[in-house]
């Protein structure tokens, strides 16, 4: 398998899981309008993965009854849903057999964006359908055990749809336009035990608290900054290079690349600079020419910690920027 088809996937995994999420906690406050606005987003996750050819039957009939996506070649139809009950099921089967749809569909199935249950209840159907739970009923994580086995081709499918689509979706969950519509929301999601970083760095027992006071001690400086400074701090890391400096694998780039890439003048980069490293997160030293922006997190273990991050998460990775510009530093938990 190529070295850079795990770190796809572990793109693939934390791109659903933070879709999940999102969608879980819209449905616990009755906003389930978000289950509709992602049907368009997992038909295409579906067909990837199995091999589908769903479409949105809810575009050809608002409110089509019993079920959302079908597959007229394959006859095979989806309901999605964030509800796991029983009895969501037992009612989508009613009405799909209410409706006459085992004439079009021979497999009716259920996609729970939330976790499904472990189903103890019997549903009843015709004799001539044959309708199982265990496995017509899924959920994200039965898609990611799929797409964990499937070919470089197919991975390499799904994390470009992923890249390019999740933005798009996760804009049908922003709140609505008001006076607090421009505000960024107040982060504050710091690494909890920071266990796959330390098994990452083989960081020992004795070493784990050192390597714990450099977390907490630069990541409140890290959400004190706007997003758009931790998408410049974002930027320098994947389009860096690693470069030795006494000793220490650090991230390193001119300038005026930065410059360039962003379409920024000099003056703006400097605004953006200061600010940074006004906290000790970027440093462009004197004496060195061409001039280099550096990143700095250090530790005491001889490490710079965004080199580490780039390392362990892979530089074009969901997870990296995720990381950064959201500050979600649960990714280093196990």
Known sequence: MPFTTPLKFKSILTALSILRYILKSHGQT???????????????????????????????????????????????????????????????????????????????????LTTKRSYTTTFTVPASFDFDTKRDVIDVDDILKVIESKPKEVIDSLHQFIESELSSVLQHFSPPRGLLA?????????????????????????????????LDTV????????????EYLFLVLIRGTARNRFGKEVIGIAPVIIEGIMGIDIDRHTQLYSAVSELGLADVPEGEHPPVLYLVWNTSFCVDLFFTFREMLGVDSIELEWLVVHADFTLLDN
């Open 219 to 230: 990541y409140p400086r890290l959400i004190s900054l706007s997003k758009e400074l931790r």
């Open 182 to 214: 421009n505000a960024e929301p107040r982060l504050n999601l710091p690494a909890k035990n920071a266990g796959r970083l330390a098994q990452y760095m083989h960081v020992e027992s004795d070493e784990f608290p050192a390597l714990r006071k450099a």
């Open 30 to 112: 009755g906003t389930t309008d978000a289950y509709k606005n992602a049907e368009n987003f997992f038909a295409t996750i579906l067909n990837l993965t199995y091999g589908f050819q769903l479409h949105n039957l809810n575009a050809m009939k608002h409110n089509y009854p019993a079920i959302d996506l079908g597959d007229d070649s394959n006859r095979v139809c989806f309901q999605v849903t964030g509800e796991n009950s029983s009895r969501k099921i037992h009612d989508t089967i009613k009405k799909f057999f209410a409706h006459g749809l085992e004439a079009h569909y021979d497999q009716l199935k259920f996609l729970i």
